[in-house]
């Protein structure tokens, strides 16, 4: 199976970018739709955003429209999450993962965004 591995959190003021990254390997996730989902503290997974396998087509959240942007590298195996603007209420630990998630429930580690006001 697929394992993910997201990075590039970190804790940002409020206003500033941050650019996730979710590193694929095992098997290839080029035919697959990938999406970037946020858990915040108390609170339900909720997706953010995801992409097409082509890249063609991409979804966002209310919340993070015109703030965020997904894109995917398929020579690369790596799903990217660019997050400019960011608010307080961004903070989450953020995953990557297919969309929908896999029937086994596999979820990566996560990556830690924090924003400060």
């Known amino acids: 199976q697929v394992q993910l591995v997201e990075s590039g959190g970190g804790l940002v003021q409020a206003g500033g970018s941050l650019r996730l990254s979710c590193a694929a390997s095992?098997?290839?996730?080029?035919?697959?739709?990938m999406g970037w989902f946020r858990q915040a503290p108390g609170k339900e997974r909720e997706l953010v955003a995801h992409?097409?396998?082509?890249?063609?087509?991409?979804y966002y959240t209310d919340s993070v429209k015109g703030r965020f942007t997904i894109s995917r590298d398929n020579a690369k195996n790596t799903v990217y999450l660019q997050m400019n603007s960011l608010k307080p209420e961004d903070t989450a630990v953020y995953y990557c993962?297919?969309?929908?998630?896999?029937?086994?429930?596999?979820w990566g580690q996560g990556t830690q965004v924090t924003v400060s006001t």
């Open positions: 993962n297919t969309k929908p998630p896999p029937p086994n429930d596999y």
């Open positions: 095992g098997r290839t996730i080029r035919n697959y739709a």
């Open positions: 992409i097409s396998w082509s890249g063609g087509l991409t």
